[in-house]
């Protein structure tokens, strides 16, 4: 084919996706299965591969996600809807359980009690109670903001409008999910792609009328805000939500023991074909009210609870090639290419083979007969190798001892701590010496918790990389927009836009900038930790002059491996060059101290022995929720140190020749007004 003939098909297929989003999205009903429109969408994104002329902004590569629906308002939920973390192995099950206990200091004899909960394939929705009357509901959205879909709701029958019971709370967000029957879709299918798409687009109608039509179900599961909720565990909770007039799972039930919670998993997997509602596996929640306030959130999931899904889908396929990816931090990724399989509904092209010993362990080859895994979201792998349909003249797969962009010698580095080689191997260069590293830092550097540059996304920056409009990051904020205007799929419009967020996110805070620099080990987390002991750009970048690396370890969350990494960034050159041409284009705010006013306010405390009934983890949660600060060594800078039983004796002693307060687990909660 000549060039005109494949832009040709390729604008016929970016029309047809742009069809097949607007019914899905805007007009919530699909026209396509997901497998066809993952087909079409895989089709286009080949085409861009092979052809590199081929170029448009409504590209599925350069549009992520969808806009949200202009039909309905927006609000904040009064608490976060937030995620759960996954489980798939009995493994997993067993880590889950004993973080909490480590988290709680008990030992494995205390018993944990968990409400089990089918989890049901639906729409989520928070509706708020006020003096027992429904006022309001909101879809999960981006689980802060929901879109207020209370008109639709209310079509449905399983909703009370009215609770007159004189123990519902008199102010309480209740949240469940919304859903559609199987034997009810039967009716349905000609118009959406699943049970789940019908929910969607049925909630999602302008018209109540119209979703009044449809037989939607909702299931209570839990709650959001709450005021005087007289409840003190999830099985009391749920049985209340019965009397309520909710409608809750038929197939929750009260376990404990990671034993009874797989037989009863595997028990309701077996009944899953039979039953009248999609399920995509069984939520775990500590059911213990009080334990869920202690044990508290991670990011954005409870540590109390989990979602353990069902068995993956797997197939069968073949492996075309194997390529090698490499990452900012320079780490070398196998990833198969495979025939393209649907797995799932999803069209499946490409399986991580994690690493070299994994390559090794299982034997991988090209032209290999491989079973391919899809596990929940997590990314497909190879899970085994069909050795009887091996061709006979396969070769064994070595894993480049060069770098495949660079030529830079591949290594292992020798973990401290293992005292073993990490399985990972990384491309030697340091800097932005080789191409794939430098394009993966920039993409990083422009990424959602960096610089969240909108319109320079991963494809875009790609784009630019090959034109030669940028190669270090300074260069994003000297891009030549007159170049830009000119090139194919670019135009006065985009380009302004383009330009207009390049200038909006030249004030940065110091945290963010850190982070943005793609410094191996340090996470948004630990660049928090750094921008909070710096307090400024001036005295962050000062520490390639000070060399004061020893000092960071006073930083609580910053260890060894951190400071190394933080070492070798400030010993290249190349490095110092990109920091220093981007302080003089940039403002780089200073760190401001959140303003809180704790009972532990302008108080350190620190941690010397064990305590009971509570771990350091809890403890420090404690301190920092109550604006006290926890450091590691004993210094002048401390006010409190906690002891329990068998404490150090070095730290006792240096803490009285300072003169800094020993307290005991007693005297440290009674600061909180708390008692054991």
Known sequence: MNKKEVQGIYKEKLKLIKKYNKYYYDISKPIVSDSEYDKLKNNILLLEKKYDFLKSNNSPSRIVGHKPSKNFKKDLHRVPMLSLANAFTEKDLLNFEKKILNFLSENDK????????????GISASLTYKNGNFERGLSRGDGREGEDITANLETIKDIPKKILNRDFPKNIDIRGEVFIKNSDFENLKEKFANPRNAASGSLRQKNSEDTKKIPLNFIAYTYGFEQNLMQKKQSDFLKKL?????????????????????????????????LDFDIDGIVYKINDFELQKRLGYVANAPRWAVAH??????????????????????????????????????????????????????????????????????????LSVDFNKRPKKSTKFFFPNKCPSCGSKTIKEFNKVTKKNDAVRRCSSEGYYCDKITIEKLKHFVSKEAFNIDGLGKKIIEEFWKLKLLKFPQDIFKLDYKKIEK????GKLSVENLKYSVNQKKNISLERFIFALGIRHIGLENAKLLSKYFKSFEEFENLSKTKNYDDLLNIDGIGVTQITSIKSFFANTINLKVLDELSKILLINNFVATQKNGLLKNKSFL??????????????????????????????????????DKPTKRKVEKAKELNIKLINQDDFLKMLNKTR
């Not at 205390?110 to 049901?120: D, G, M, R, W």
């Not at 509904?345 to 034997?363: F, P, Y």
């Not at 090139?487 to 670019?490: D, N, T």
Request: charged share 25%; proline share 3%; net charge neutral.
């Open 607 to 644: 941690v010397t022995g064990k305590l009971n009934g509570i771990s350091r983890a809890e403890v420090k949660s404690l301190i920092e929720e109550n604006s006290g600060v926890t450091v590691t060594t004993v210094s002048n800078k401390l006010n409190y140190l906690i002891t329990g």
């Open 242 to 274: 019965n009397e309520w007039g909710f409608k809750t799972n038929p197939f929750n039930k009260t376990i404990s023991g990671i034993k009874n919670l797989i037989l009863n998993y595997n028990e309701v997997e077996q009944q899953r074909a039979n």
């Open 487 to 490: 090139l194919e799929g670019w």
């Open 110 to 121: 205390f018993v944990l009690t968990y409400s089990a909960e089918p989890k049901i394939d």
């Open 309 to 382: 899904k069902f068995s993956s889908n797997k197939a069968i396929s073949k492996i075309l090639d194997i390529d090698i990816q490499i990452g900012r931090t320079g780490a070398l990724t196998p990833v198969a290419k495979i025939k393209p399989i649907n797995i799932g509904g999803v069209l499946v092209s490409n399986a991580t083979l994690h690493n070299e010993d994994e390559i090794n362990r299982k034997d991988i080859r090209i032209g290999d007969i491989v079973t391919v895994e899809r596990a929940g979201d997590v990314i497909p792998h190879i």
